[in-house]
């Protein structure tokens, strides 16, 4: 059943570490795979995709790995900064039918920089 | 600035009222998504428009939702009767191209009392 004030897994980093956040997907049939920021007052933001027939996507200090064998996506941002402070969502799709691509969000993890 | 613009920015309105939040998308893009998120909860889907057509909602999308491209460039989310559980973050989504990632508006925080 649905749950209410879910508490979203916190990340705690120090300024200039790299960061890693995990997110497990639900359908094997996705195809694909985004990273979205979400600043406090702001709607989510696209960071990085990746789509299924790859394992490793790289941008601009953030890295997106996919392991379909295990349902496992993840984000890596290099030399973490106070502006990545956010809460980061994972979401997979699949295309249907109607060429429609309806977004299945994860709960999404709370990265706290410190500087 | 995002791409997608949405207005009010914040709504409040006393239950039972009709709301009308307003999103003006990417241009010229023909799919259109609406979006939700309780606070502190996932975002979750409500509904996608293509070609002025519905082409999927979800569960939480009941009769007192609609939307409606009243003309050429916005694209509204109204709720007949609002209910206190409708309080959230709505955000209206698009892409740039079809199979593109979604682009998202800052969203209209409503409030109902």
């Known amino acids: 059943g649905e749950s209410v004030g879910l508490h979203l897994p916190t990340l705690s980093v120090q300024e200039g570490d790299n960061s890693i956040i995990n997110c497990a997907y639900s359908?094997?049939?996705?195809?694909?795979f985004i990273w979205y920021k979400q600043e406090s007052g702001k709607g989510p933001q696209f960071i990085i995709d990746i789509r299924s027939n790859m394992d490793k996507r790289q941008g601009q200090r953030v890295t997106v790995l996919l392991n379909k064998t295990v349902k496992h996506l993840s984000l890596q941002i290099a030399a973490t900064q106070p502006g990545d402070s956010a809460v980061y969502f994972c979401?997979?799709?699949?295309?249907?039918?109607?060429?429609?691509?309806?977004?299945?969000w994860g709960l999404g993890t709370s990265l706290a920089v410190n500087p | 600035e995002p791409e997608v613009t949405q207005t009010p920015s914040h709504q409040v309105t006393q239950m039972g009222q009709e709301v009308i939040l307003r999103c003006v998308p990417i241009?010229?893009?023909?799919?259109f998504y609406w979006y939700r998120q309780i606070l502190g909860q996932k975002v979750e889907f409500l509904v996608s428009?293509?070609?002025?057509?519905?082409?999927?909602k979800s569960e939480i999308f009941d009769d007192q939702f609609s939307v409606e491209r009243p003309d050429g460039s916005n694209f509204t989310l109204k709720i007949r009767s609002t209910k206190l559980e409708d309080s959230a973050m709505y955000f209206c989504?698009?892409?740039?191209?079809?199979?593109?990632?979604?682009?998202f508006g800052n969203g209209t925080r409503l409030t109902v009392t």
């Open positions: 989504a698009s892409p740039r191209a079809p199979n593109s990632p979604l682009h």
């Open positions: 979401a997979e799709t699949l295309l249907n039918a109607g060429n429609n691509r309806k977004l299945i």
């Open positions: 241009s010229n893009h023909l799919y």
């Open positions: 359908n094997s049939a996705s195809d694909y």
């Open positions: 428009f293509y070609n002025n057509e519905i082409s999927e």
